[in-house]
């Protein structure tokens, strides 16, 4: 199973990812709405010139035609009439006239010197305000103020409309004032319509959305876009619909506003109702010219039937804002577009039930890859985890673009990325630490080959314990007690070593896995940890390795004696195979753990290395090592009954290799050898004992004691009195 660092390495991403994504902090706002601004600026909404919203701009080129800001109010009177004459539907006021006219000549007379003063207040003697024609012209016409909410206190902001609403109270849920820099009363009382000017910007002071109600001292008022919609059409109430209203399923909880009805447009809104408005380029299609309006330049067409939105897109006059397309437009704008986006049916919403998805999608996503990513290779897993972030930004995109949603694919694309990243990067941990577990352990026991491959494929290492086919092999030297006694503990360290050291060099040459040392005696076996299909015929070769390994170390041993002139006796040693099913893993304790094998063929093996001492043989094999291994040199050695067994075993003499299972010499010994078990077998003992005798003078050396031995046994068999050969 998996490790717990694997689990905490992924598991640390995904929490982290679902914790912030649930707290929402305000950077990761930040970065969402840049997001969706790059939705809009790959995908704005075109312009379209036939939409019923046209801009009166006090540009560059009115101010020179007509004068510096403020202009006189007789001059926005003017201007009004205009439009009214031209057949604006509604005529709306990007800007607060909160102070009397300042150019109004009344007001100008009283900056003149004393003696010139009075002439002229008797020239202008009953004559309107400006103020008052402004007034004049505001009641004759469309008309729609602007007014500023603050959070201070303000002056009286006269309601033109009327609200009604369904549900939960909007007033909890839209952004709350407590005062007001409205229209002068009397221009206030003239207008068909008064609307707030506030912008809502985000962080990055960016506007993405706009305000269609705010709540002033416990009441709901309409902003400038909405009210001019109001007028337009001429309605005279909003509708507003909020959480629980009939037909809702807000389930008893109060999420906000939902929509609000302005005449016979329904508009969706945010909770707090607010629109997020899908923006156009600016275009210089949407713009008339102050003074072209008042020169009478401008096309009945342009302007009749339209809601005219008057504002400044003069830089000097500092009402510029951000929006998603551009860095700087002019406040009024943004007016107009969000009527468009309205009129037009345009949405773009950020649905209540987006967050909620997004965590849900992230937690799922996260869970699959952490359990994708241990069963597929790391360049895959990369493969599906880019493909899954792809599909995120492609679902995203898909949408925006079809169904006018903002989803947001960074929060479990970057919980996505962050899992990849961290889960790899704790397999690969994982990996390293297994191989350096792989390199230690079996370093020791197999060959650095096989301990390669065990370390690249450690998923073909069953260390739970398994039970498969291995040939087993059992290497004791004889007569060890005796050869103990003669040595010192240093000495004896230093044969064991120079026994032990090549003796293990020749199974692991071999392929084999050397399972312990037990004193002087080896165990090995084939076919685990990694396969070997030729287990039987490999553990065969490295025993006759090792016994001809051995007779060289003698030679060595001999001649150092001589050279010391000390006394020397050729050590021998016995090796029994065995091949069958057997357990092999990890075995041992909760301590101590070994990767070893258990099983009847292992204590059949022992068993056979046992019985070479009285066979006197170097190498026996059981009969299911020589049936596996059937290319080398085997010969029938006998039926005997082994310790711990219920039932005899034919055991078989390992003579040689392929080439001299090949040989005519092998053919020669194998018939003579044949001969003598006929003739032992069917009592002919005399005759058994010459062939044996034969065999033992003729036969390779390491199996001449063998031969000599069925000699003795054939000899004490034909004369029951001599009670040598018969305990021989």
């Not at 170097?618 to 020589?626: H, K, M, P, Q």
């Not at 067994?645 to 080439?659: E, I, N």
Request: glycine fraction near 10%; hydrophobic fraction near 50%.
């Amino acid at each position: 199973m998996w490790s717990r660092l694997y689990w905490l390495a992924v598991g640390g991403p995904l929490a982290a990812g679902l914790l912030v994504m649930g707290a929402d902090p305000a950077p990761l706002q930040d970065l969402r709405n840049g997001l969706f601004d790059l939705y809009q600026r790959a995908a704005p909404r075109p312009y379209d010139p036939d939409l019923p919203v046209r801009v009166v701009d006090v540009d560059d080129a009115s101010l020179a035609r007509v004068g510096q800001w403020p202009w006189p109010r007789t001059t926005i009177a003017a201007l009004t009439q205009k439009l009214a004459d031209l057949g604006a539907a509604a005529i709306a006021f990007d800007m607060v006239f909160s102070e009397p006219d300042r150019l109004d000549p009344a007001a100008v007379v009283k900056l003149l010197p004393a003696e010139a003063r009075a002439p002229a207040e008797a020239a202008l003697a009953g004559r309107d305000s400006s103020d008052h024609q402004l007034a004049a012209t505001l009641a004759a016409s469309p008309s729609v103020l602007g007014a500023i909410l603050t959070h201070g206190r303000g002056g009286a902001y006269a309601e033109k409309w009327g609200m009604a609403s369904a549900g939960d109270d909007p007033r909890a849920f839209v952004p709350r004032f407590s005062g007001a820099v409205a229209p002068l009363p009397e221009l206030a009382a003239a207008a068909r319509g008064i609307g707030a000017l506030n912008w809502l910007p985000d962080r990055d002071q960016v506007v993405r959305r706009v305000p269609i109600l705010l709540g002033l001292d416990g009441k709901l008022v309409p902003s400038l876009s909405a009210e001019a919609l109001r007028v337009a059409q001429g309605a005279s109430t909003f509708v507003v619909r909020a959480s629980n209203a009939s037909g809702d399923q807000a389930f008893g909880t109060k999420s906000g506003i939902t929509a609000v009805k302005i005449g016979a447009l329904d508009v969706a809104t945010d909770a707090a109702g607010e629109v997020r408005v899908r923006f156009t380029a600016t275009d210089p299609r949407r713009f008339l010219s102050a003074a072209d309006v008042l020169d009478g330049k401008v096309p009945p067409a342009e302007v009749e039937g339209r809601i005219i939105l008057v504002g400044s897109s003069a830089p000097g006059l500092m009402d510029t804002r951000a929006t998603p397309l551009d860095a700087a437009v002019p406040g009024v704008e943004i007016q107009a577009q969000l009527i468009e986006h309205i009129v037009a049916g345009a949405r773009l919403v950020r649905p209540d039930w987006a967050r909620g998805a997004e965590i849900v999608l992230t937690g799922l996503l996260g869970l699959l890859l952490a359990l994708a990513l241990p069963r597929v290779s790391a360049p895959i897993a990369g493969v599906l985890g880019l493909a899954v972030v792809a599909a995120l930004g492609a679902g995203a995109w898909l949408a925006f673009t079809r169904f006018d949603l903002l989803l947001d694919p960074m929060g479990p694309g970057a919980a996505v990325l962050g899992i990849y990243g961290m889960g790899v990067l704790a397999l690969y941990r994982d990996e390293q630490r297994q191989k350096k577990w792989v390199r230690s352990v079996f370093g020791r026991f197999v060959s650095p080959k096989v301990v390669e491959r065990l370390a690249e494929n450690p998923e073909r290492l069953v260390l739970g314990g398994e039970t498969r086919e291995i040939t087993i092999l059992f290497c004791d030297l004889r007569d060890f007690t005796s050869l103990s006694e003669t040595m010192d503990a240093q000495a004896l360290t230093r044969f064991m070593n120079a026994y032990l050291t090549p003796m293990t060099e020749v199974v692991l040459a071999h392929g084999g896995t050397i399972d312990k040392y037990i004193g002087d005696a080896i165990m090995a076996f084939w076919n685990a940890p990694v396969d070997d299909a030729a287990h039987a015929r490999n553990a065969a070769l490295c025993a006759l390795a090792m016994s001809a390994r051995l007779e060289a170390l003698n030679e060595e041993w001999r001649r150092a004696a001589e050279a010391e002139g000390r006394p020397w006796h050729p050590v021998r040693c016995g090796v029994g195979l065995a091949t069958g099913p057997c357990c092999v893993g990890n075995l041992g304790s909760a301590q101590r753990l070994e990767y070893s094998c258990l099983g009847d063929d292992v204590n059949l093996a022992s068993r056979i290395e046992g019985a070479t001492k009285s066979m006197r043989v170097d190498i026996l094999v059981s009969e299911a090592t020589r049936e596996a291994a059937g290319d080398l040199a085997f010969l029938e050695a006998d039926l005997l009954m082994l310790k711990g067994k219920s039932k005899a075993s034919q055991l078989y003499l390992l003579a040689g290799d392929p080439d001299f299972s090949r040989s005519d010499a092998f053919s020669l010994l194998e018939e003579r050898h044949g001969a003598l078990m006929a003739a032992y077998g069917a009592g002919s003992f005399g005759e058994a004992a010459v062939l044996a005798e034969a065999l033992a003078a003729s036969a390779p050396a390491r199996l001449a004691r063998f031969y000599g031995l069925y000699a003795e046994r054939c000899r004490g068999a034909a004369n029951p009195t001599d009670t040598h050969a018969a305990s021989a």
